[in-house]
């Protein structure tokens, strides 16, 4: 994978007389660790615009995807910024797995799928609840994946297009951005992967926290948020131990 990261620098009186001769430094770092290859640019401003062309020199061969702050301006560069949700998913039905197979069971459970995204999610939750409320914009792919994965299982499914199905439930669960107003009330439990774009009555939860597995941490970009690091080990380098991390805290 490869890094860019910006810094800016307090320059001193001679680094001021020498800026526009030298306005930017760009430093490289190569690590190496559990099959993964991490490269790191580090580009300081001296002075003027970030020269992205010097960067792209820096990355002939590599990737154009990039990790890097979601602030930096990557418009008519040819980098794009990576980001993912594979594993905040991964992680939030592993949280929901655990929690409700150490807990009673709430009776009103409510998987809100509208492009049917994630079937694998709702099918790993029907061991541990009786009855499950599926509501998508792709009733008939939800009600064959229904008819496949309840024969056995002894729970419940019931598919809908209509949003006011989704209530009354204790949980809610939503394997996508919650766009749009659902009938949630200030009771319910609702489990997504990042804040709704819409104000919905009850708990959002959307982080599930894991720690850095210490194998990796030499890899670790200075300065680098722990959970978007791992998001690109496990969807650009394909460590899919991580798959298996369970949150322990809400």
């Known amino acids: 994978m490869t890094v860019l990261q910006i810094k800016k620098t ?3 009186f001679w680094q001021k007389l020498l800026s526009p001769f030298k306005p930017y430094k760009i430093e490289t770092h190569l690590r190496r660790a559990e099959g993964v290859t991490v ?3 580090v580009y300081t401003i001296r002075r003027g615009r970030i020269r992205f062309d010097k960067i792209y020199d820096q990355c002939i061969g590599r990737s154009k995807l990039i990790l890097c702050d979601s602030s930096l301006d990557l418009s008519g560069t040819p980098f794009r910024r990576f980001f993912s949700y594979a594993l905040q998913r991964q992680l939030m039905k592993n949280y929901l797995c655990d929690m409700l197979s150490a807990a009673d069971t709430p009776s009103r459970i409510a998987f809100y799928d509208p492009q049917a995204q994630c079937p694998a999610m709702a099918e790993a939750l029907l061991p541990y609840i009786r009855t499950l409320t599926i509501v998508t914009d792709m009733p008939r792919f939800y009600e064959n994946e229904a008819n ?3 024969d056995g299982c002894g729970a419940v499914i019931n598919v809908s297009n209509d949003p006011s199905s989704l209530c009354p439930c204790d949980i809610l669960i939503s394997p996508a ?7 949630t009330t200030v009771s319910t439990q609702i489990y997504t992967i990042a804040p709704p774009a819409v104000s919905l009555s009850g708990h959002v939860i959307c982080r599930y926290p894991v720690s ?6 030499p890899l670790l970009p200075e300065g680098m948020d722990e959970e978007y690091f791992m998001s690109a080990l496990y969807s650009l380098c394909r460590q899919t131990s991580l798959d ?3 949150p322990t805290f809400v």
């Open 177 to 183: 951005v919650i766009q749009n107003h659902l009938p």
């Open 39 to 41: 490269f790191t640019i």
């Open 244 to 246: 298996r991390l369970t």
């Open 10 to 12: 307090e320059l001193n």
């Open 212 to 217: 850095l597995p210490a194998v990796y941490r």
């Open 148 to 150: 496949r994965i309840s």
